[in-house]
Structure formats: structure tokens, C-alpha cells
């Protein structure tokens, strides 16, 4: 492994792959050890991929597939099909008011989004990625991230004005969630 | 295009405007442009964006974390032997093959061959050479002179190589059997190259004429050459037709 280029690696993506990580996992414990495990792949299999405008979108996806692998040995699921249908923007949160939030309240909110929702809006919101990379890290059809981060934004827009209020939001079932 | 239909694409368009460009955004940005309701919309829906989006930013990884993964990723390296591992095997063809054809070698018996660096060389990109993430701008000059020259890379004039002028740009260094050799990447056509070069004297002496010197495993692809001063392995992943159309 050439040092020098896997030090710039790191230093050029681990901070967005622990944000979405983090998003995920929704704990900075199981964050960071996503985010090792996405490199530590990298060190093993990963430097064999020469195109280094691939490097991110690889690095994105092995971190998701890694975040996929260990939920499914925990046995956690998620069905878009449960969540309650809201489509209807709701009362504009305020720009201001989310400018104002302190970041963990606003990282707070995002993780209250149904993981099927919070995985596009992440990758979106980190804003390195196009929603074409985006369909390909979470192997789904272009429209689907568009409509899945249409959706998004009005679950996460609901959670930050409840937070702004400094109350609860009620929860989507979470009996049967399936991706 | 009406506006839901706009609503629904625009949802997906970056808030620092770099998708500005990308063509599936045109139609729904123009509609914004001549619609002042969706315009509105947009206009507010790209500011949360850029709220939300300002504030991940600002969720900082633990201080740790930086350190702990390179401190993790040098142990994840594998550690077999090298000359188990298949690519030793491209890499024992290329000898081979070098050796039966330069003829004029002589190697002394404790200066490493050229046909020694060759087979390092391909060892070398087919198992340590990280990807082209992050390359130093400080060889742009290099690589644009050897992606561009439209003599042969092994004529003369064709590449001209100083190499304390890279050991002081922290060019990519390895070593063979302990002499010093450089490593630049650079493209052709798209194609990645990587060149090995090192001191003349720190090799056995001899000649190589790198157009009948084209060894090859697989993908894996090397020639050798030597100039008064240097001499040089050229490798890619790109195949043997590959190599033969810069040499």
C-alpha cells in the first residue's frame, strides 16, 4: 500500500463516511467502526481499483453494503410500505430556525427518518454525490432516489420543527420496516 | 412539465449548484425559471438544502478516529510471501521472457538486472501501487509532457527523466535489490502508465531495445529500456497493445 496515497484518502473522505455512517447507525460508536472497516476493506481490496474517480463512490458503497450486512445479522428491518403516507408539504420549517439548531439536533432529526429515507437524504445533504452516484451506492433506479429524497425532505422537515419546538415526533410504525 | 413533475426532479438537485450542468436538471430549471410559484419553491427549498446541509458539515468526527484507521489499515495489509502470490508468477514470466531477449545483458553479480526491475515493476503495480487518488500537482509537468509526447517514450527525446528532480518533489520511491528506483503514473488515451526509472549505474550493464522487449501476463504488460543515464521499466494494466503504442 502506497502510504502517502492512502493518508490522502482518508484524510479527503473519512469525515463524510462517518457522517453517513452516523446517519446510519445512528451511534458514534458503531460510526466510527463502519467507517474503519470501510478503509480497512480498502487497505485489503480496495487499492486494486486504478480509477480514482471511482474511489469515492466505491468507498460510499462498501460502507453502506458493511452498515447492510451487519443489520441483517442483527435482524432489523424496515418496510417503506409501513410508513405513514405523507405527502403533503408541511408547514415550511423555517431556513432560520435550522440555522440556528445547534449540528447533533439537526444530525438528531435526520436519524427520526426511516432508514429508507435517511439513506439518500445523507448522501445527499453530504453533497459530494450526485443522485446518479447515490443510485448506485444504494443500488436502486434514479427515480427512486429522487422520490425517496422527495419524501425525505418532507419527514425530515416534520422531525426539525418538532425539534424546534422542542418536542417529540410521533414515530412511523416500527413493527415490519423492509427495504 | 408541470410543476410536480419539476418539484419531484429539482428535489434531487444540490444546493451549491453543481449539478447545473448535468442535462436531467435543464428542463425542470428552465420551468422554474418562467413559473414565479415554482421559483419560489425552489428558491426556499434550496436554502433548507443548504441549512441542512451546512449543518452536517459541522458534525465532526471523533479526534481519534483519523489516526486509528491508518494505524488499522497498515495491520489489514496481507502479509503472504510475496513470490506465492500469483502476480510473482507475471512478474517470473517477464523475467524470463527479458532475459531470453537481451542477449547483450551482463549482469554483474551484485548489480540487480534491467530484467530484475521489470518483473519488480509489475509485481509492483499489480500488488503495492495504491489508486491515483490524491497525486501530487507538483508532477503535473511530468505527467502532461509524458501523456503528451508524440515520440516513442524510449527514442530519443522522448522522455526525459531527472531524478534529483524528483527525489526533491518526494516523487514515489521503492527499491531494488537496495537501489533506488522512482515511480510516475501518468495517462495516455485514458490508459494508465507507470514509470520506473532509476540510476544506470546501479544496474548492470548491457542494452535493452525495449520495442522487442515486451513481456506479458494477463493484463499486465512491461518493457525496459535505458538512456545514457537512466534506465527504465514501463508497465500498464492496459494489455501489450497498449504499451506498444507509446514505445
Same mark, same amino acid.
Given at each position: 500500500m502506497h502510504d502517502e496515497g492512502f493518508s490522502t484518502l482518508v484524510e479527503t473522505y473519512y469525515a463524510a463516511l462517518y457522517r453517513f455512517a452516523l446517519s446510519l447507525a445512528k451511534n458514534s460508536a458503531d460510526a466510527s467502526d463502519l467507517t474503519q472497516q470501510t478503509f480497512f476493506i480498502w487497505a485489503t481490496k480496495?487499492?486494486? =481499483?486504478?480509477d480514482a474517480a471511482k474511489a469515492k463512490t466505491w468507498l460510499f458503497t462498501t460502507l453502506y453494503r458493511e452498515f447492510l450486512r451487519v443489520r441483517r445479522r442483527s435482524g432489523r428491518v424496515t418496510a417503506i /410500505?409501513? =410508513?405513514?403516507?405523507? /405527502?403533503q408539504d408541511p408547514p415550511d420549517t423555517d431556513v432560520d430556525v435550522v440555522s440556528r439548531m445547534d449540528a447533533q439536533l439537526v444530525m438528531d432529526a435526520l436519524q427520526e427518518v426511516a432508514l429508507v429515507f435517511r439513506e439518500p437524504l445523507t448522501l445527499f445533504y453530504l453533497q459530494d454525490l450526485s443522485y446518479t452516484e447515490i443510485a448506485e451506492i444504494l443500488s436502486v433506479p434514479i427515480g427512486t432516489v429522487m422520490s425517496r429524497l422527495s419524501r425525505g425532505k418532507v419527514h425530515l422537515r416534520a422531525r426539525l420543527a418538532e425539534k424546534a419546538r422542542g418536542g417529540n415526533v410521533i414515530d412511523f410504525p416500527k413493527s415490519s420496516i423492509r427495504t | 412539465m408541470n410543476n410536480q413533475e419539476a418539484k419531484f426532479i429539482l428535489g434531487a438537485y444540490r444546493p451549491d449548484g453543481?449539478?447545473? $450542468?448535468d442535462p436531467a436538471f435543464t428542463e425542470a430549471l428552465a420551468h422554474a425559471e418562467r413559473d414565479p410559484e415554482l421559483r419560489a419553491w425552489f428558491e426556499q427549498q434550496r436554502k433548507f438544502d443548504a441549512s441542512v446541509s451546512a449543518k452536517l458539515q459541522d458534525v465532526a468526527p471523533p479526534p481519534e478516529l483519523r489516526a486509528a484507521i491508518l494505524a488499522g489499515a497498515r495491520a489489514s495489509q496481507p502479509r503472504r510471501q510475496w513470490w506465492m502470490k500469483p502476480a510473482w508468477l507475471a512478474a517470473a514470466a517477464a523475467v524470463t521472457v527479458l532475459a531470453a531477449v537481451s542477449v547483450t545483458l551482463h549482469p554483474s553479480p551484485d548489480a540487480p538486472t534491467v530484467a530484475q526491475l521489470t518483473a519488480f515493476a509489475m509485481k509492483d503495480l499489480a500488488e503495492a501501487h495504491d489508486g491515483?487518488? $490524491?497525486?501530487?500537482?507538483?508532477?503535473a509537468g511530468l505527467q502532461a509532457q509524458l501523456a503528451s509526447?508524440?515520440?516513442?517514450?524510449?527514442?530519443? !527525446? !522522448?522522455v526525459a527523466i531527472d531524478l534529483e528532480e524528483l527525489r526533491r518533489k518526494s516523487c514515489r520511491t521503492v527499491t531494488v535489490a537496495g537501489r533506488e528506483v522512482f515511480e510516475i503514473c501518468f495517462q495516455r488515451d485514458g490508459t494508465w502508465f507507470h514509470l520506473y526509472a532509476a540510476r544506470r549505474s546501479d544496474f548492470a550493464p548491457g542494452a535493452v531495445d525495449a520495442k522487442s522487449l515486451i513481456a506479458s501476463t494477463g493484463d499486465y504488460a512491461a518493457t525496459a529500456w535505458a538512456d545514457s543515464k537512466n534506465v527504465y521499466a514501463l508497465v500498464t494494466h492496459a494489455g501489450k497493445e497498449a504499451l506498444r503504442r507509446v514505445i
Open positions: 480496495g487499492q486494486a =481499483l486504478r /410500505e409501513d =410508513l405513514a403516507p405523507n /405527502e | 453543481r449539478d447545473a $450542468g491515483h487518488v $490524491g497525486y501530487p500537482p507538483e508532477f509526447v508524440k515520440l516513442p517514450l524510449t527514442g530519443p !527525446g !522522448g
